[in-house]
């Protein structure tokens, strides 16, 4: 499995921005895909999640009302929208498939997208 993340940058505060995530290969029939970032000298942490057969879980609470999952019209793609960006949001944003339900723990997931920079600055 292969997961290809994109759609990060530079975005002055109260901004928006969406990444996207596609994944290719050998899926299971029931996955889900998290979002997860990771801050210069922090540690990685989960911040949403889309199972296959599950709603929207949040890990975050400071992104809930601005952070946003959806499914792309691409298949095995993953939206993550993003609005009123705030500099406490600048990371790598990854992405990862979990082949079970989701969880805001990384080790839970079994593969991982390369980080993509969302850099929140004015």
């Known amino acids: 499995v292969q997961l290809q993340a994109s759609g990060g940058g530079l975005v002055q505060p109260g901004g928006s921005l969406r990444l996207s995530c596609t994944a290719s290969?050998?899926?299971?029939?029931?996955?889900?895909i998290g979002w997860f970032r990771q801050a210069p000298g922090k540690e990685r942490e989960g911040v949403i999640c889309m199972g296959l057969n599950e709603g929207t879980t949040y890990y975050v609470d400071s992104v809930r009302g601005r952070f946003t999952i959806s499914r792309g019209n691409a298949e095995n793609t993953v939206h993550l929208q993003m609005s009123s960006l705030t500099p406490e949001d600048t990371a790598a944003y990854y992405c990862a498939v979990n082949f079970g339900t989701c969880s805001g723990s990384p080790s839970s997931y079994h593969y991982w997208g390369q980080g993509t920079l969302v850099t929140v600055s004015s």
């Open positions: 290969g050998l899926l299971p029939a029931y996955y889900a």
